[in-house]
């Protein structure tokens, strides 16, 4: 039978925090025949492939080797390999909570209409203490999202990040996914390929959803 959800992890050169956004993976409460895990490796030059096969020594992840540098191209080759019919973003550098999977899965199933992309609370977790000069207003630039208490249809004026996004795999082949000249891609930082996705999501008469249950806890260096 195949899972409903595809929960996706693009990765480029992080080996060593690699594994705990896998960990976060494997302990999700939502059956496991429900959802398959995949890693796209993204032309990795350090022991990621090593991570995974340790844990696929127990649990059952696809890996993948993408060649092409570009976290857009990584996230194109998950989505279009996925038999799952929604795909799950999860960081490299990110842990999901273990209902994360359960509670995008009760969007798509419950809200109607039918989201186009769903994002949810995204949780800092400061490797050193927050500076004093980074204040609130400057926190989203920093994949930091608490859009409101409640579930609920974003405006236009409102995103989702990379670190905690979800869409049904039709409407990622309807826009013919992420666009590869944006993006990160190595050293380059060039970024917001998930608002132009929101773009074309909206022009296609769909909504982009925020659920504060769906949560990610995001490392920042």
Same mark, same amino acid.
């Given at each position: 039978?195949?899972?409903?959800?595809?929960?996706?992890?693009?990765?480029?050169?992080? &080996?060593?925090?690699?594994?705990?956004?896998?960990?976060?993976?494997?302990?999700?409460?939502?059956?496991?025949?429900?959802?398959?895990?995949?890693?796209?490796?993204?032309?990795?030059?350090?022991?990621?492939?090593?991570? /995974?096969?340790?844990?696929?020594?127990?649990?059952?992840?696809?890996?993948?080797?993408?060649?092409?540098?570009?976290?857009?191209?990584?996230?194109?080759?998950? =989505?279009?390999?996925?038999?799952?019919?929604?795909?799950?973003?999860?960081?490299?550098?990110?842990?999901?909570?273990?209902?994360?999977?359960?509670?995008?899965?009760?969007?798509?199933?419950?809200?109607?209409?039918?989201?186009?992309? /769903?994002?949810?609370?995204?949780?800092?977790?400061?490797?050193?203490?927050?500076?004093?000069?980074?204040?609130? &207003?400057?926190?989203?630039?920093?994949?930091? +999202?608490? =859009?409101?208490?409640?579930?609920?249809? +974003?405006?236009?004026?409102?995103?989702?990040?990379?670190?905690?996004?979800?869409?049904?795999?039709? /409407?990622?082949?309807?826009?013919?996914?992420?666009?590869?000249?944006?993006?990160?891609?190595?050293?380059?930082?060039?970024?917001?390929?998930?608002? =132009? /996705?929101?773009?074309?999501?909206?022009?296609?008469? +769909?909504?982009?959803?925020?659920?504060?249950?769906?949560?990610?806890?995001?490392?920042?260096?």
């Amino acid at each position: 039978m195949a899972p409903v959800i595809s929960a996706i992890i693009c990765t480029h050169q992080r &080996a060593e925090i690699l594994g705990e956004a896998i960990q976060s993976l494997v302990q999700q409460t939502l059956n496991p025949a429900q959802y398959e895990m995949i890693i796209v490796d993204n032309a990795s030059q350090d022991t990621t492939r090593a991570v /995974v096969q340790e844990f696929q020594r127990v649990h059952s992840i696809r890996y993948i080797y993408e060649p092409k540098l570009g976290l857009s191209c990584a996230r194109n080759t998950g =989505w279009s390999q996925a038999l799952g019919k929604y795909i799950a973003y999860l960081d490299d550098d990110a842990v999901a909570e273990p209902g994360w999977l359960a509670q995008i899965l009760a969007v798509f199933t419950q809200v109607l209409p039918e989201p186009g992309c /769903v994002g949810g609370k995204v949780i800092p977790r400061w490797m050193a203490p927050r500076p004093t000069w980074i204040s609130d &207003a400057m926190l989203p630039h920093l994949t930091i +999202l608490d =859009w409101s208490p409640e579930p609920c249809f +974003l405006n236009p004026n409102q995103w989702i990040v990379g670190a905690n996004m979800a869409f049904p795999k039709h /409407v990622l082949q309807a826009i013919a996914g992420f666009p590869e000249s944006l993006g990160r891609q190595g050293n380059r930082l060039l970024s917001l390929e998930e608002i =132009w /996705v929101q773009t074309k999501i909206q022009e296609l008469g +769909l909504g982009t959803y925020y659920h504060p249950k769906m949560v990610v806890h995001h490392q920042i260096p």
